[in-house]
Every structure is written in C-alpha cells, then in structure tokens.
C-alpha cells in the first residue's frame, strides 16, 4: 500500500499520507500501480464531465463543447499539477535542439522552458482540446476514463522496456527498482480496465503500445535511453493517441 500511496502522491496532486521522505525503492515498486493511478485520475475526470454536461444544464447553465473541453483539460492539470505537461515541454526542447546527446541532456534538465517546448505545449493543448471537443458525446466518457489510464500504462512500457539515459535523476529510480514483473503487473491491470469497455477501447491500447514504442526508440536512437521527462512526454502524445482513435 506504501507504495501505492508514493506513486499516487508522486503523479497525482492527491494527498491521502503526510510523506516527507521518498526512498528509490518505493519510486520503483510504485510504477506497477501506475496504471491503476491512471484509472483514478479517469474516473475523476468522468465524474467531471458528468457535472460540467448533467448537472449544470439541468441548473439552466448551459456550457458549449467549447467549454467543456477547456474546463475537462484544466481539470487533468490541476489533477497532475502539470507534471506530464512540463515534461512533454522539457523533452521538446530537448530533441528539437538539434544538438549533440550531451547537449540535449542538458536542454531537458535545465528548469528553464524554451521556444520549442512552449511552441510544441500549445499546439498539444489546442490539438487535445479539439478532439475532446470533436468526439461523439456517446463515447466521450469512455474516452476520458482511459485517457490517464493508457497515458500512465505507456509510461510503464518506457520505464521497464528502455534503458535510462542519465546516471541519476527521479526517473532512475523508477527505472531501477521497477522489477522485472513491473511490466506484466501493469499490462493485466490495464486489460482488466480496457478489455470490458469494447473495440474501440481495445483499438486503443494497441494503438498507444505501438506509438510508445515508436516514440521510445526514436529518443533511444537520439540519447541512449530516456528520461523523466520523456516519461511525461510519452503520457501526453500517447493520450493524444487515444483521442484520435476515439475521433472515429
């Protein structure tokens, strides 16, 4: 449960233990719950949607798909406290330097977001807003639910399929303690949430395994390995990935 709790508190802005001291092990042995963190987030964003597209219109407050789609990706935000976002923007930076892997390294670590992060950032939420906002109210739900849950189970696959880039770092540990049945773990808790949801949602996780795996190759082929970073970056353009399969 301990470790449970550090992956919670550690992805999420949700606070049920006073934690003070994080060890590596615990960083490690939470990634298996990942998915299982991921799934939480959805249904939060669920129970969202469902106020924002119930409740409201039936107060005489109407709010247009426009709205609703902005209020649900401030919702996942604040939920996260960004952290998946200002990944994505570090990794941009980083990989669109065209510099050396010594130097993109450096880009991605450095606090300070760049021209290609803030670019890449906002064409992301614009592209993430406009699918929610396209996708047919019927399956928007299911959509949001599996979201954070694909998002967090394509971390996983980066985690324990890849090799990391840097000798230290937050991500290392995640790297170094996962274990080796960190990956089976989190594949048959993700199948148990997708598998009764349908085809479409099946659709998905292929479709997320596959662009994880592209993506995490491409970088590898760049650095040598990921990093923190680009774990938050594989949950943000793989769940841009689910949206797009939930579009059709």
Known sequence: MNNF???LQFLTRIQVAKQSEW?????????????????ILGIILVLVHHVLAEFFPNGGMYLSPHVLSIFLIISNVLLTGGLTCDGFMD??????SGRSKDRMLEIMKDSRIGANGVMAFVLLAILKWSLIMDIPP???PTALFMMPLLGRFAMVIGITVFPYARPDGIGKAFAQYAGKYTLCIATILTLLFVIPLGKQAIVSLFAVIIVTLLFSSYVKKLIGGLTGDIYGAITEITEIVLLLVFLY
């Open 5 to 7: 709790i550090t992956g």
């Open 23 to 39: 060890s590596p092990e615990s960083f490690g042995r939470s990634v298996k719950y990942f998915p299982l963190i991921g799934a």
């Open 91 to 96: 990794t941009m930076d980083g990989i669109f």
């Open 138 to 140: 019927q399956g928007l």
